[in-house]
């Protein structure tokens, strides 16, 4: 145990001492060992993936977490300043969330093709509440999205809930609600669609909205 400490020690020391010479050629340089410099406010990316691993005890879904969590929190760094995340760390880190998103939408398009809406163009309209949803909480999947589009008539918005199960980092099912109204005429004409009749029912606007109508 001493040794593999040892061991540890030296390799973080050595890439937190070498930091200032990165990308230099040998002769090109001087020693860059600034009193703030060694109080340890930057190590590189190979420490902070290496204590993501140590404290992940060999986990596999652990040391995803950790990732996420060094990228978006700064956690596992120096002083709490994110350095060094290359390109191809990034995208791994990023790559289960995205897959995540990726088969949320798939399952959207598929519930708009049922109700005929193959025609209208869906985007995801809080993008940035999943974000940053994402953001702060690292180690959760993405939850609700809400996905809005409209034609000459009617303005649609489906708001999907994926649920997930036990340790799978995917979506198992994705429930989703689809929502109609006409743009001239949203109180009397709001619908939401049945998928198991296939076809449109009218609702409530003022009930959708938590309003109760004076009679």
């Not at 390799?11 to 340890?40: A, E, H, N, Q, V």
């Not at 290496?50 to 990228?71: F, G, I, K, P, V």
């Not at 598929?110 to 995801?124: I, K, P, Q, R």
């Amino acid at each position: 145990m001493k040794r593999i400490k040892t061991g540890l020690t030296g390799f973080i020391l050595g890439d937190w001492l070498g930091m200032p010479y990165r990308g230099k050629g040998k002769g090109t340089f001087k020693p860059m060992w600034t009193k703030s410099y060694l109080r340890g406010d930057k190590c590189s990316g190979n420490t902070s993936m290496l204590l993501c691993a140590l404290d992940s005890r060999c986990n596999l879904e652990l040391y995803q977490q950790n990732l996420r969590d060094w990228y978006f929190n700064r956690k596992y760094t120096g002083e709490n300043i994110e350095f060094d995340i290359d390109q191809v760390t990034q995208k791994a880190i990023m790559k289960t969330c995205e897959a995540a998103i990726n088969i949320i939408g798939k399952s959207v398009r598929e519930m708009v093709n049922l109700a005929g809406l193959d025609s209208v163009d869906f985007a995801l309209f809080n993008i940035s509440a999943v974000k940053q949803n994402i953001e702060e909480n690292p180690n959760k999947l993405p939850g609700l999205m809400i996905f809005a589009g409209s034609d000459d008539t009617y303005e649609y918005s489906i708001s999907a809930t994926p649920s997930y199960s036990g340790k799978n980092e995917y979506p198992e099912e994705v429930m989703a609600l689809l929502l109609r109204k006409n743009i001239e005429n949203p109180i009397d004409d709001f619908c939401v669609f049945n998928f198991n009749d296939k076809k449109w029912v009218k609702a409530d606007f003022a009930a959708h909205l938590g309003l109760t109508r004076e009679k």
